[in-house]
Protein backbone atom coordinates (compact mmCIF):
# COMPACT_ATOMS: atom_id res chain seq x y z
CA UNK A 1 0.00 0.00 0.00
CA UNK A 2 2.27 2.37 1.21
CA UNK A 3 4.85 1.35 -1.84
CA UNK A 4 1.98 2.24 -4.40
CA UNK A 5 1.13 5.60 -2.58
CA UNK A 6 4.58 6.81 -2.16
CA UNK A 7 6.76 5.48 -4.78
CA UNK A 8 5.09 8.09 -7.14
CA UNK A 9 5.50 11.29 -5.42
CA UNK A 10 9.42 10.16 -4.92
CA UNK A 11 10.66 12.54 -7.56
CA UNK A 12 9.01 15.56 -5.62
CA UNK A 13 9.28 14.66 -2.17
CA UNK A 14 12.57 13.97 -0.06
CA UNK A 15 13.04 10.63 1.10
CA UNK A 16 10.11 9.07 -0.51
CA UNK A 17 12.93 7.10 -3.11
CA UNK A 18 13.58 5.12 0.03
CA UNK A 19 10.34 3.29 -0.50
CA UNK A 20 11.64 1.96 -3.84
CA UNK A 21 14.24 -0.35 -2.25
CA UNK A 22 13.24 -3.97 -0.65
CA UNK A 23 15.66 -3.77 2.10
CA UNK A 24 14.42 -0.30 3.29
CA UNK A 25 10.73 -2.25 3.19
CA UNK A 26 11.29 -5.54 4.58
CA UNK A 27 12.71 -3.35 8.17
CA UNK A 28 9.50 -1.36 8.21
CA UNK A 29 7.84 -5.42 8.14
CA UNK A 30 9.71 -5.99 10.95
CA UNK A 31 8.83 -3.18 12.65
CA UNK A 32 5.24 -2.90 11.91
CA UNK A 33 4.38 -6.48 12.35
CA UNK A 34 6.28 -6.53 15.88
CA UNK A 35 4.88 -2.68 17.03
CA UNK A 36 0.82 -4.58 15.94
CA UNK A 37 2.05 -7.74 17.96
CA UNK A 38 2.63 -5.58 21.34
CA UNK A 39 -0.07 -3.51 20.46
CA UNK A 40 -2.66 -6.16 20.23
CA UNK A 41 -1.36 -9.14 22.10
CA UNK A 42 -3.01 -8.13 25.84
CA UNK A 43 -5.81 -7.15 24.80
CA UNK A 44 -6.22 -10.58 22.46
CA UNK A 45 -4.35 -12.59 25.56
CA UNK A 46 -7.03 -11.43 27.58
CA UNK A 47 -10.16 -12.39 25.29
CA UNK A 48 -8.83 -15.70 24.83
CA UNK A 49 -8.51 -16.55 28.33
CA UNK A 50 -12.04 -14.99 28.90
CA UNK A 51 -13.35 -17.36 25.83
CA UNK A 52 -11.22 -20.47 26.95
CA UNK A 53 -12.52 -20.82 30.43
CA UNK A 54 -9.92 -24.07 30.76
CA UNK A 55 -6.89 -23.01 28.04
CA UNK A 56 -5.87 -25.32 25.65
CA UNK A 57 -6.38 -29.29 26.20
CA UNK A 58 -3.54 -30.41 27.51
CA UNK A 59 -2.77 -34.34 26.13
CA UNK A 60 -2.92 -36.65 29.09
CA UNK A 61 -0.72 -38.79 27.44
CA UNK A 62 2.22 -36.84 27.30
CA UNK A 63 4.70 -35.35 29.67
CA UNK A 64 3.03 -35.25 33.06
CA UNK A 65 4.56 -32.20 33.92
CA UNK A 66 2.57 -30.52 31.01
CA UNK A 67 -0.70 -30.93 33.31
CA UNK A 68 0.72 -29.10 35.90
CA UNK A 69 2.46 -26.10 34.17
CA UNK A 70 0.93 -25.81 30.78
CA UNK A 71 -3.05 -26.35 32.37
CA UNK A 72 -5.40 -23.33 31.25
CA UNK A 73 -2.90 -21.59 29.08
CA UNK A 74 -4.67 -20.26 26.03
CA UNK A 75 -4.40 -21.13 22.60
CA UNK A 76 -5.30 -19.42 19.59
CA UNK A 77 -2.17 -17.49 19.88
CA UNK A 78 -1.54 -17.56 16.04
CA UNK A 79 -3.86 -15.58 15.15
CA UNK A 80 -1.84 -12.72 16.49
CA UNK A 81 0.94 -13.56 14.05
CA UNK A 82 -1.42 -13.79 11.38
CA UNK A 83 -3.22 -10.44 11.95
CA UNK A 84 0.54 -9.08 12.19
CA UNK A 85 2.06 -10.47 9.19
CA UNK A 86 -0.99 -9.71 7.04
CA UNK A 87 -0.99 -5.79 8.00
CA UNK A 88 2.34 -4.90 7.28
CA UNK A 89 2.86 -7.20 4.28
CA UNK A 90 -0.01 -5.08 2.84
CA UNK A 91 1.18 -2.18 4.26
CA UNK A 92 4.42 -2.60 3.04
CA UNK A 93 4.27 -4.94 0.10
CA UNK A 94 4.08 -4.09 -3.69
CA UNK A 95 0.40 -5.04 -3.97
CA UNK A 96 0.69 -5.69 -7.77
CA UNK A 97 3.56 -8.84 -6.71
CA UNK A 98 1.63 -11.74 -7.44
CA UNK A 99 4.26 -13.98 -5.04
CA UNK A 100 3.30 -11.74 -2.27
CA UNK A 101 -0.84 -12.50 -2.69
CA UNK A 102 0.10 -16.61 -3.22
CA UNK A 103 2.36 -16.52 -0.18
CA UNK A 104 -0.75 -14.92 1.84
CA UNK A 105 -3.16 -16.95 0.36
CA UNK A 106 -1.54 -19.90 1.95
CA UNK A 107 -0.60 -18.24 4.93
CA UNK A 108 -3.73 -17.20 5.91
CA UNK A 109 -5.39 -20.80 4.10
CA UNK A 110 -3.42 -22.92 6.94
CA UNK A 111 -4.09 -20.70 9.61
CA UNK A 112 -8.28 -20.73 9.24
CA UNK A 113 -7.75 -24.90 9.09
CA UNK A 114 -5.60 -24.35 12.09
CA UNK A 115 -8.25 -22.36 13.81
CA UNK A 116 -11.33 -24.59 13.03
CA UNK A 117 -8.80 -27.12 14.78
CA UNK A 118 -7.78 -25.13 17.84
CA UNK A 119 -11.45 -24.39 18.29
CA UNK A 120 -12.69 -27.75 18.22
CA UNK A 121 -10.21 -28.44 20.53
CA UNK A 122 -11.24 -25.74 23.19
CA UNK A 123 -15.07 -26.25 22.44
CA UNK A 124 -15.37 -30.18 22.78
CA UNK A 125 -12.40 -30.22 25.88
CA UNK A 126 -10.31 -32.96 23.69
CA UNK A 127 -6.92 -32.65 22.02
CA UNK A 128 -8.30 -34.36 18.59
CA UNK A 129 -9.47 -31.64 17.15
CA UNK A 130 -10.07 -31.53 13.21
CA UNK A 131 -10.16 -34.91 11.99
CA UNK A 132 -6.64 -35.36 10.35
CA UNK A 133 -7.59 -36.75 7.19
CA UNK A 134 -9.85 -33.36 6.58
CA UNK A 135 -7.00 -31.01 7.51
CA UNK A 136 -4.43 -32.63 5.34
CA UNK A 137 -7.18 -32.87 2.52
CA UNK A 138 -7.64 -28.67 3.01
CA UNK A 139 -4.18 -28.06 3.55
CA UNK A 140 -3.35 -29.93 -0.16
CA UNK A 141 -6.03 -28.07 -1.97
CA UNK A 142 -5.12 -25.23 -0.97
CA UNK A 143 -1.24 -26.25 -1.73
CA UNK A 144 -2.12 -27.27 -5.33
CA UNK A 145 -3.94 -24.15 -6.26
CA UNK A 146 -0.94 -22.50 -4.73
CA UNK A 147 1.42 -24.30 -6.50
CA UNK A 148 -0.55 -23.96 -10.00
CA UNK A 149 -0.51 -19.95 -9.40
CA UNK A 150 3.15 -19.81 -8.61
CA UNK A 151 3.66 -22.03 -11.90
CA UNK A 152 1.83 -19.33 -13.80
CA UNK A 153 4.21 -16.79 -12.63
CA UNK A 154 7.50 -17.93 -12.75
CA UNK A 155 9.71 -17.88 -16.54
CA UNK A 156 8.32 -21.04 -17.88
CA UNK A 157 11.71 -22.98 -18.33
CA UNK A 158 12.16 -22.57 -14.67
CA UNK A 159 8.13 -23.20 -13.83
CA UNK A 160 8.14 -26.76 -13.44
CA UNK A 161 11.61 -28.02 -12.65
CA UNK A 162 13.46 -28.27 -9.00
CA UNK A 163 16.89 -26.67 -8.46
CA UNK A 164 19.59 -28.67 -6.61
CA UNK A 165 21.87 -26.79 -4.44
CA UNK A 166 25.19 -26.88 -4.72
CA UNK A 167 24.95 -27.58 -8.64
CA UNK A 168 24.94 -24.64 -10.68
CA UNK A 169 22.39 -24.84 -13.31
CA UNK A 170 21.41 -28.51 -12.36
CA UNK A 171 17.60 -28.38 -12.84
CA UNK A 172 15.43 -31.71 -12.50
CA UNK A 173 12.03 -31.29 -14.80
CA UNK A 174 9.03 -32.46 -13.47
CA UNK A 175 6.61 -31.24 -15.51
CA UNK A 176 2.67 -31.58 -14.78
CA UNK A 177 4.23 -33.52 -11.40
CA UNK A 178 5.81 -30.27 -10.08
CA UNK A 179 1.89 -28.79 -8.52
CA UNK A 180 2.12 -32.39 -6.56
CA UNK A 181 5.63 -31.56 -5.07
CA UNK A 182 5.50 -28.64 -4.23
CA UNK A 183 1.92 -28.78 -2.59
CA UNK A 184 3.96 -31.63 -0.43
CA UNK A 185 6.53 -28.95 0.40
CA UNK A 186 3.74 -26.58 1.82
CA UNK A 187 2.00 -29.12 3.39
CA UNK A 188 4.67 -30.75 4.75
CA UNK A 189 6.54 -27.89 5.92
CA UNK A 190 3.45 -26.60 7.85
CA UNK A 191 2.78 -29.87 9.45
CA UNK A 192 6.56 -30.04 10.61
CA UNK A 193 6.19 -26.46 12.12
CA UNK A 194 3.16 -27.97 13.90
CA UNK A 195 4.79 -31.21 15.31
CA UNK A 196 7.70 -29.10 16.69
CA UNK A 197 5.19 -26.71 19.07
CA UNK A 198 5.39 -28.38 21.48
CA UNK A 199 7.33 -26.60 24.55
CA UNK A 200 7.01 -22.45 25.38
CA UNK A 201 9.54 -21.05 22.41
CA UNK A 202 10.82 -23.90 20.94
CA UNK A 203 8.97 -23.58 17.08
CA UNK A 204 8.70 -20.23 16.84
CA UNK A 205 12.74 -19.00 16.94
CA UNK A 206 13.28 -21.67 14.54
CA UNK A 207 10.09 -19.85 12.14
CA UNK A 208 12.12 -16.48 12.22
CA UNK A 209 15.71 -18.26 11.36
CA UNK A 210 13.76 -20.02 8.71
CA UNK A 211 12.22 -16.71 7.27
CA UNK A 212 15.23 -14.38 8.09
CA UNK A 213 16.94 -17.27 5.80
CA UNK A 214 14.64 -16.83 3.29
CA UNK A 215 14.02 -13.23 3.04
CA UNK A 216 17.83 -13.11 1.99
CA UNK A 217 16.76 -15.79 -0.51
CA UNK A 218 14.16 -14.35 -1.72
CA UNK A 219 16.22 -10.94 -2.39
CA UNK A 220 18.88 -12.85 -3.94
CA UNK A 221 16.80 -15.28 -6.33
CA UNK A 222 14.49 -11.60 -7.78
CA UNK A 223 17.71 -9.60 -8.36
CA UNK A 224 19.33 -10.87 -11.87
CA UNK A 225 22.87 -9.58 -10.81
CA UNK A 226 23.39 -11.30 -7.58
CA UNK A 227 21.21 -14.88 -8.74
CA UNK A 228 23.84 -14.97 -11.97
CA UNK A 229 26.73 -13.83 -9.44
CA UNK A 230 25.89 -16.51 -7.24
CA UNK A 231 24.90 -18.89 -9.77
CA UNK A 232 20.74 -19.66 -8.28
CA UNK A 233 17.79 -19.43 -10.36
CA UNK A 234 16.75 -15.68 -10.98
CA UNK A 235 12.78 -15.78 -10.93
CA UNK A 236 11.98 -12.22 -11.48
CA UNK A 237 9.19 -10.43 -8.84
CA UNK A 238 10.52 -12.52 -5.85
CA UNK A 239 12.24 -10.35 -4.05
CA UNK A 240 9.34 -8.62 -2.72
CA UNK A 241 8.98 -11.81 -1.15
CA UNK A 242 11.82 -10.49 0.96
CA UNK A 243 9.19 -8.10 2.70
CA UNK A 244 6.66 -10.62 3.63
CA UNK A 245 9.30 -12.92 5.47
CA UNK A 246 10.63 -9.38 7.50
CA UNK A 247 6.94 -9.34 8.65
CA UNK A 248 7.00 -12.83 9.62
CA UNK A 249 9.82 -12.12 11.79
CA UNK A 250 8.29 -9.05 13.07
CA UNK A 251 5.38 -11.11 14.18
CA UNK A 252 6.81 -13.95 15.20
CA UNK A 253 9.31 -11.90 17.31
CA UNK A 254 5.63 -10.14 18.82
CA UNK A 255 4.47 -13.42 19.44
CA UNK A 256 7.71 -14.83 21.87
CA UNK A 257 7.43 -12.06 24.11
CA UNK A 258 4.14 -13.35 24.73
CA UNK A 259 5.13 -17.43 24.33
CA UNK A 260 8.42 -16.60 26.42
CA UNK A 261 8.51 -19.20 29.66
CA UNK A 262 5.94 -19.48 30.96
CA UNK A 263 3.93 -19.33 28.03
CA UNK A 264 0.57 -16.59 28.39
CA UNK A 265 -0.38 -17.81 25.52
CA UNK A 266 0.52 -20.87 23.20
CA UNK A 267 0.00 -20.43 18.71
CA UNK A 268 -1.49 -23.43 18.57
CA UNK A 269 -2.37 -25.19 15.07
CA UNK A 270 -3.46 -21.73 14.17
CA UNK A 271 0.02 -20.62 14.01
CA UNK A 272 2.27 -23.10 13.29
CA UNK A 273 0.17 -24.46 10.60
CA UNK A 274 0.22 -21.19 8.39
CA UNK A 275 4.12 -20.48 9.10
CA UNK A 276 5.50 -23.18 8.23
CA UNK A 277 2.63 -23.15 5.13
CA UNK A 278 4.53 -20.13 4.33
CA UNK A 279 8.04 -21.27 4.69
CA UNK A 280 6.87 -23.78 2.42
CA UNK A 281 5.17 -21.67 -0.49
CA UNK A 282 8.23 -19.22 -0.20
CA UNK A 283 10.78 -21.84 -0.91
CA UNK A 284 8.61 -23.23 -3.79
CA UNK A 285 8.80 -19.48 -5.10
CA UNK A 286 11.76 -18.77 -5.11
CA UNK A 287 13.33 -22.43 -6.46
CA UNK A 288 14.72 -23.31 -2.98
CA UNK A 289 12.59 -26.48 -1.78
CA UNK A 290 15.82 -28.79 -1.10
CA UNK A 291 17.56 -25.92 0.69
CA UNK A 292 14.15 -25.30 2.65
CA UNK A 293 14.95 -28.99 4.22
CA UNK A 294 18.01 -28.23 5.66
CA UNK A 295 17.45 -24.38 6.93
CA UNK A 296 14.24 -26.12 8.69
CA UNK A 297 15.71 -29.22 9.17
CA UNK A 298 15.05 -29.36 13.10
CA UNK A 299 11.70 -29.22 11.54
CA UNK A 300 12.32 -32.26 9.44
CA UNK A 301 13.99 -34.01 12.22
CA UNK A 302 10.92 -33.53 14.58
CA UNK A 303 8.62 -34.74 11.90
CA UNK A 304 11.02 -37.90 11.04
CA UNK A 305 11.06 -38.88 14.92
CA UNK A 306 7.54 -39.35 15.10
CA UNK A 307 6.90 -41.03 11.40
CA UNK A 308 9.75 -43.52 12.66
CA UNK A 309 8.06 -43.72 15.97
CA UNK A 310 4.78 -45.23 14.45
CA UNK A 311 6.18 -46.98 11.47
CA UNK A 312 8.88 -48.93 13.94
CA UNK A 313 5.49 -49.52 16.29
CA UNK A 314 3.47 -50.73 14.05
CA UNK A 315 6.02 -53.27 12.13
CA UNK A 316 7.65 -54.59 15.42
CA UNK A 317 4.96 -53.27 18.66
CA UNK A 318 8.21 -51.17 20.02
CA UNK A 319 9.35 -47.75 20.24
CA UNK A 320 12.63 -45.99 19.10
CA UNK A 321 11.98 -43.18 21.10
CA UNK A 322 10.59 -42.81 24.45
CA UNK A 323 7.94 -40.24 23.38
CA UNK A 324 7.63 -38.60 19.94
CA UNK A 325 8.09 -35.76 18.55
CA UNK A 326 12.15 -35.32 19.68
CA UNK A 327 11.87 -32.70 21.89
CA UNK A 328 9.39 -35.09 24.00
CA UNK A 329 12.14 -37.93 24.20
CA UNK A 330 14.34 -35.81 25.88
CA UNK A 331 11.71 -34.13 28.21
CA UNK A 332 11.10 -38.02 28.91
CA UNK A 333 14.87 -38.18 29.61
CA UNK A 334 14.54 -36.17 31.96
CA UNK A 335 16.20 -32.49 30.45
CA UNK A 336 13.97 -29.41 31.57
CA UNK A 337 12.33 -27.57 28.67
CA UNK A 338 14.91 -24.25 28.86
CA UNK A 339 17.80 -27.05 27.96
CA UNK A 340 15.77 -28.40 25.28
CA UNK A 341 14.40 -25.44 23.84
CA UNK A 342 17.80 -23.08 23.53
CA UNK A 343 19.74 -26.27 22.44
CA UNK A 344 17.11 -26.88 19.57
CA UNK A 345 17.48 -23.21 19.07
CA UNK A 346 21.28 -23.55 18.43
CA UNK A 347 20.67 -26.59 15.85
CA UNK A 348 18.78 -24.52 14.07
CA UNK A 349 21.05 -21.69 13.66
CA UNK A 350 23.82 -24.33 12.83
CA UNK A 351 21.23 -25.78 10.06
CA UNK A 352 20.04 -22.59 8.74
CA UNK A 353 23.75 -21.50 8.30
CA UNK A 354 24.53 -24.96 6.38
CA UNK A 355 21.59 -24.31 4.52
CA UNK A 356 22.62 -20.39 3.48
CA UNK A 357 26.55 -21.81 2.45
CA UNK A 358 24.89 -24.27 -0.51
CA UNK A 359 24.40 -20.61 -2.16
CA UNK A 360 27.59 -20.12 -2.26
CA UNK A 361 28.93 -23.77 -2.92
CA UNK A 362 28.60 -23.81 -6.67
Known amino acids: MLYEFLVPLAPYVPGLNLFRYI ?5 GAVMTALVVSFLLGPWLIRWLRLKQKGGQPIRTDGPESHILTKAGTPTMGGVLILIAMAVSTLLWADPRNGFVWT ?11 GFVDDYLKV ?8 PGRLKLAGQTVIGLVAAMVLVKLTDPKLATSIAVPVFKDLLIPLGMAFPIFAAFVMVGASNAVNLTDGLDGLAIVPVMIAAACFALIAYLAGNVIFSNYLGIPYVPGTGELAVVC ?5 AS ?9 PAMVFMGDTGSLATGGALGAIAVA ?3 EL ?5 GGLFVLEAVSVIVQVVSFKLTGRRVFRMAPLHHHFEKKGWKEPTIVIRFWIIA ?7 LSTLKLR
Open 23 to 27: TFRTG
Open 103 to 113: VLLVTIGYGLI
Open 123 to 130: TKRSSGGL
Open 246 to 250: GAMIG
Open 253 to 261: LGFLWFNAP
Open 286 to 288: VKH
Open 291 to 295: VLAIV
Open 349 to 355: MILALVG
